[in-house]
């Protein structure tokens, strides 16, 4: 199997990443997120602080900083750095994660800047 190539342009998939849940618990908040289509790619964007994000169902590809990381199965957990521009693609229908952030920060999820728009290639 080769490996992916980053996107050199996005389409705009048809469904967006469907938010399960969210819930803040003892400094802890916690987005529960859907992907219907496998080869949808997750919008790219980085936080000024490190976040988990756990794979719960399916599986990805991962990019950090433009380059590809790897391919990620579920269950696993990945702490992103801070300041790392971070891009999934889908490789499963019905793939679902959470993405984990300390609420101790000045906004509970800060985003610090979205780079380019999600889609299906």
Not at 112 to 119: I, K
Request: charged share 20%.
């Amino acid at each position: 199997m080769m490996e992916p190539v980053f996107p050199d342009s996005f389409v705009m998939a048809a469904e967006q990443p469907e938010i399960v849940d969210f819930e803040t618990c003892d400094g802890v908040a916690i987005k529960v997120m859907r992907v219907q289509k496998a080869l949808t790619f997750i919008p790219q964007h980085s936080h000024p602080y490190e976040h988990g994000w756990f794979l719960a169902t399916g599986a990805v590809w991962l990019w950090l900083d433009g380059h590809l990381d790897k391919q990620y199965r579920a269950p696993c957990l990945i702490n992103i750095q801070a300041g790392r521009k971070h891009l999934f693609q889908t490789l499963e229908d019905n793939t679902m994660w959470a993405c984990i952030h300390n609420t101790s920060r000045k906004e509970i999820i800060e985003i610090l800047a979205e780079y380019q728009l999600v889609g299906a290639g």
